[in-house]
């Protein structure tokens, strides 16, 4: 993950474009108390940098002009309900299923990652600088991108409600039906 293979270097480039919160995954925080104690301490003067350790609400990552993640969920969440770019770092890979390639269908997180916003190595802080900077300045072509993106990607969107109570109700219709056969 970002926190214990590249912090630094995504920090640094970042903080030359914004202001940076670092907002782990809950479970980091429990499964790695000392090294996050030394995170919250190493960037505990740093007017660029926030660390965020209450997490009742998501308003920070929704208020967020963009979202820097590993390969975690929360950048298509993130990016489908509000339109706005996700750096992606491209930490190794965590591989459930070794055996994926068999069935010969590329998984959706990497297919899409460069369709909704930068992919970075985590090795260079210009390189995330550089990132940074078109992500903030051509937020309107990456809404754009997203939104085919999501389109794409997303089955009845904004409509799902509707389609799954048409679904349950054909689908109880035809269990009566079955009953009095």
Not at 34 to 40: A, M, P, T, Y
Request: proline letters at 4%.
């Amino acid at each position: 993950n970002i926190l214990d293979s590249c912090l630094d270097t995504v920090v640094n480039g970042l903080k030359k474009t914004a202001r940076v919160v670092i907002r782990p995954h809950p479970q980091y925080i429990q499964r790695s108390p000392q090294r996050w104690s030394e995170i919250c301490e190493q960037y505990s003067a740093d007017p660029m940098v926030s660390v965020e350790q209450d997490f009742s609400s998501n308003e920070t990552i929704y208020k967020a002009s963009f979202v820097v993640t590993d390969w975690s969920n929360i950048g298509y969440e993130y990016s489908f309900s509000s339109l706005r770019p996700v750096m992606f770092v491209n930490t190794p890979v965590k591989v459930i299923n070794e055996d994926y390639r068999e069935i010969g269908v590329e998984p959706i997180d990497f297919t899409i990652r460069s369709k909704l916003g930068a992919e970075v190595s985590g090795k260079d802080e210009a390189e995330i600088e550089t990132a940074a900077r078109d992500l903030l300045e051509n937020n309107l072509r990456w809404a754009d991108n997203i939104a085919a993106v999501r389109e794409e990607a997303v089955f009845n969107f904004e409509n799902s409600s509707k389609y799954a109570g048409k679904y349950i109700l054909s689908r109880l219709k035809q269990k009566k039906t079955d009953k009095n056969d």
